[in-house]
């Protein structure tokens, strides 16, 4: 079966998964070294820090959009959310 059929089912999974580790009550980190596509990126998301390595090449990014599809697990809402107070460490 394909991603999509399974939708469904994972969904609902993924969701209640990344909703725990967001409110997991000791800090979550995520150690990103290198790219983070989709539900890579969405996990990093829902931890409590994100640190990513200082090189040109990493990149981060929800592709489901590229497809025209809406990232199910939460990358949406926590994305904007992040990234508007995020700042560089240099």
Do not use: Y
């Amino acid at each position: 079966m394909s991603d999509a059929a399974n939708a469904p089912k994972t969904s609902p999974l993924g969701r209640e998964l990344f909703r725990r580790v967001d409110r997991f009550p000791k800090p979550v980190i995520a150690a990103l070294n290198g790219h983070a596509f989709g539900g890579g990126l969405e996990l990093a998301l829902a931890c409590h820090f994100r640190i990513m390595v200082d090189d040109p090449q990493a990149s981060v990014g929800l592709t489901e959009l590229n497809l025209g599809i809406i990232p199910g697990w939460g990358g949406t809402q926590r994305l904007p959310r992040l990234v508007a107070g995020a700042r560089p460490w240099s």
